[in-house]
């Protein structure tokens, strides 16, 4: 007789390095499975860049990500992806003049490929999705830009039978200032665990002053990486308390109301796993509407966090609209930690 073992999942690991290192380290050969980088393209397929300006004179980031081998890569649609038959990570960087539909459609379109990418590789769970939109506070026609992408993203999320209320993945939408609609997915085997922000109404139930169409993203996910590592993956984070943008025309209060929302969604998520996160021991993207205050904000977050921090050694900071207009500084966020699931 013989016994099936399931095979066990390759541990995902991911590294914070800027991204002269990354491309270096990949050129010693020691390629990683993909790459998400911030502030900069690179000619290598296996690495996704997101067109912002990196500010304070600092170098872009990139986070490599580390999977099982072998790694097979493809096309589904307007998606490209990379796979070890465990982990996804796929990129979408759609010219919106290519197929003559407004930004409802295209994101419909974008979601959809995405969905069946991850069905063809097996990996039906999403865990975290980052969201670049051109000009996303700008009208697309009738309704603000964010509205119409919230619109085609939730019509596919349905349409998959995917969640896109309770359990939908950590995400962040953000806008620059030109390029293509570029949207990054990590998805998996086994579905993460949602978490709310208590301070906070749910994104997804939003009511309907915010768009005909409620976002769809939990505030946090946490995720079992496997060699007994769980990663908690943060959501855009604002100055928003309940449903309401708090602080309008203030940006030092916006960003110490933000740091209460993610100690708060920390706190929550710890509630969930044995594994302690930490705000101090997270990588951020801090993305600030107006590029003078980059200065004030990186004191602020030095005073409360300490120059030594993983968060202020790791932290890159983006130029990027925020998806409401009255924002001025956002902050994503991820860590692994020792530990595992207590659900
Ligand atoms: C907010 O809390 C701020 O549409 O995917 C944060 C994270 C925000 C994700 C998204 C939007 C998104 O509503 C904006």
Not at 22 to 34: N, Y
Not at 232 to 245: C, D, P, Q, Y
Request: proline residues 5%; charged residues 20%; glycine residues 10%.
């Amino acid at each position: 007789m013989t016994t099936t073992v399931a095979a066990e999942a390759p541990p995902l690991r991911v590294e914070r390095l800027t991204l002269a290192q990354g491309l270096a380290r990949a050129a010693d050969g020691d390629r990683p499975f993909a790459a998400l980088s911030y502030g900069a393209g690179s000619d290598s397929s296996w690495v996704s860049g997101v067109a912002a300006r990196v500010l304070l004179d600092k170098e872009p980031v990139v986070d490599l990500w580390h999977a099982g081998t072998p790694v097979q890569s493809g096309t589904t649609g307007v998606v490209r992806w990379r796979t070890d038959g465990h982990w996804l990570l796929g990129v979408v960087d759609l010219d919106e003049d290519a197929f003559g539909e407004d930004l409802t459609a295209l994101s419909r379109r974008a979601y959809r490929n995405l969905f069946e990418a991850m069905k063809l590789a097996g990996c039906p769970h999403l865990l975290r999705i980052w969201n670049y939109l051109p000009r996303i506070n700008a009208d697309g026609g009738g309704m603000e830009r964010y509205r119409q992408f919230n619109a085609g993203r939730q019509q596919a999320f349905l349409e998959a039978g995917q969640a896109a209320f309770e359990g939908a993945p950590a995400a962040c939408a953000l806008g620059v200032h030109e390029g293509a609609l570029c949207v990054r997915f990590l998805a998996g085997r086994i579905p993460p665990v949602p978490v709310e922000n208590p301070r906070q109404v749910s994104a997804y139930h939003y009511p309907a002053d915010y768009g005909p169409r409620s976002p769809t993203f939990s505030r946090a996910a946490l995720a079992a990486l496997g060699g007994g590592q769980v990663a908690l993956f943060i959501s855009g984070t604002a100055s928003i308390v309940g449903h309401k943008s708090v602080h309008a025309g203030d940006v030092q209060a916006q960003l110490a109301e933000t740091l209460v929302n993610l100690r708060s969604v920390i706190e929550a998520a710890n509630q969930r796993t044995s594994a302690r996160f930490s705000l101090e021991r997270s990588d951020p993207v801090v993305y600030v509407r107006h590029p003078a205050d980059a200065p004030g904000i990186r004191a602020q977050l030095v005073q409360a966090l300490g120059a030594r921090s993983r968060f202020i050694r790791h932290a890159v900071f983006l130029e990027a609209d925020i998806c409401r207009s009255d924002l001025l500084v956002e902050i994503e966020a991820h860590a692994t930690e020792a530990g595992e699931l207590t659900d």
